[in-house]
């Protein structure tokens, strides 16, 4: 994969953008049980926040989207970065439940625009071949993140430093962080060459460029939703099933989510690069498939090191069939309106299965906190509906992405 040194920094800047994204986001998974008892509220009335923050993306990913299309991807991805790293650090300050939770749906907004910002800013800049290597390697910002908030849950969460623990609200304030990326994007990262181009170019409305490909965009949601509920079916409520179920203390959670992670790591970059060479559907059928055998070790194993196995296998799966999103979604997306249509299909889908995490801890609560059904259940239905779905999607791999 041999990309100039501006082409590098372009990907650096989406990489990060989107796996401190995901750092500030699964901070939360971490720390529901500790939240609920200090509100005094059930597990579920804080899983709403998870509800929130990805059912507001949805607003945020128009929104920014937009922004993209018309002041371009580079001072529109800035702005974002920006925006959820007060959001997200503001809710260290919550006073109740209530503003915790408007917090949280103003950093889904800001969250719903990176992904978009991020993934076109860098598939509109490279060339064709390098897609699936980039793809993967984006997408596996994701998981990083999520590893980066379990090493943070466990290296700081609940010790003492002279007379203070490290309690909730302190992990939280850990999202100023992504602030320093706007400094590099904007020292180092030139716009899309893609965009630039497209100065010269009147744009077609939005919504007429919906209308033309309304087929595409449609089934592009449904899609978006079977995934959105693969990864955070298989991802957010893991941590509390350990804690809850298990009664694991939090190093052991941190390392398990640690191991899954890299296995999400591995998963997105295999499957991204052997897109290159399968195809973008094939690679994402074969990972699919994967997370069926996997679902007995992840969601019902008694220990620590068999639990540990089968994170590894299932976020390989669930991870190798995401690593191909972003070329994919940006592959089929009309080019006036790149910025706005992946992002606004993803987060779509991503509303649509926003109700994942509550709908997840309420079945476990109504078995006797069993979360090993709750989690099976909707990994291995969601599986199956993306092996069935992504036969239908068409194949554009490899053609020359313009913004107009």
């Known amino acids: ?41 059930e597990i579920s009335a804080v899983a709403y926040a998870l509800f929130l923050t990805l059912a507001m993306r949805f607003v945020g990913a128009f929104i920014f989207g937009r922004l993209g299309d018309r002041w371009g991807r ?64 984006l997408q596996c910002g994701y998981p990083t993140g999520f590893l980066l908030a379990a090493v943070a849950n466990g290296l700081l969460f609940g010790r003492t430093f002279g007379d203070y623990t490290v309690g909730w609200r302190a992990m939280f304030l850990l999202s100023v ?99 290159e060479k399968i195809g973008r559907v094939n690679a994402i059928t074969i990972a699919a498939i994967i997370a069926l055998p996997a679902l007995y070790l992840w969601a019902f194993s008694a220990t620590p090191v068999l639990l540990a196995i089968g994170a590894f296998i299932m976020q390989v799966a669930v991870q190798g069939a995401w690593g191909v999103i972003p070329a994919h979604l940006n592959e089929l997306a009309p080019g006036p309106a790149r910025a706005t249509i992946p992002a606004f299909v993803y987060q779509a889908g991503n509303f649509l299965a926003s109700y994942n995490g509550p709908l997840q801890a309420q079945i476990a609560e109504a078995n006797g906190g069993n979360y090993s059904l709750a989690l099976a259940l909707v990994a291995g239905v969601v599986a199956v509906a993306i092996i069935i779905c992504i036969r239908f999607s068409p194949e554009r791999r490899g053609e020359i992405l313009r913004a107009h």
């Open 177 to 275: 962080l992504p602030a320093f990326v706007v400094l590099f994007i904007r020292s180092g990262v030139p716009e899309s060459p893609a965009f630039e181009a497209s100065k010269a170019h009147a744009k077609p409305h939005l919504w007429a460029t919906i209308t033309e490909h309304k087929g595409l965009v449609l089934y592009m949601v449904v899609l978006m939703m079977c995934f959105n509920l693969f990864s955070h079916g298989t991802q957010d409520l893991y941590p509390t099933f350990l804690q809850k179920q298990h009664n694991f203390d939090p190093a052991t959670v941190s390392w398990i989510v640690i191991v899954a992670n890299l296995g999400a790591i591995a998963g997105g970059l295999t499957f991204g690069h052997f897109s």
């Open 74 to 137: 580079k001072p529109a991805l800035m702005l974002d970065i920006l925006l959820y790293s007060i959001f997200g650090a503001l809710a260290a300050f919550s006073p109740n439940l209530i503003v915790f939770l408007i917090l949280r749906a103003l950093f889904g907004v800001a969250m719903g625009g990176e992904w978009g910002l991020g993934s076109s800013l860098a598939m509109e800049s490279i060339p064709p071949q390098a897609r699936g290597m980039v793809s993967g390697i």
């Open 1 to 41: 994969m041999n990309l100039t040194g501006d082409q590098k920094k372009t990907v650096a800047a989406a990489f990060l953008g989107w796996m401190l994204d995901a750092f500030d986001f699964f901070l939360l998974t971490f720390l529901l049980k500790d939240i609920a008892k200090e509100f005094g509220v």
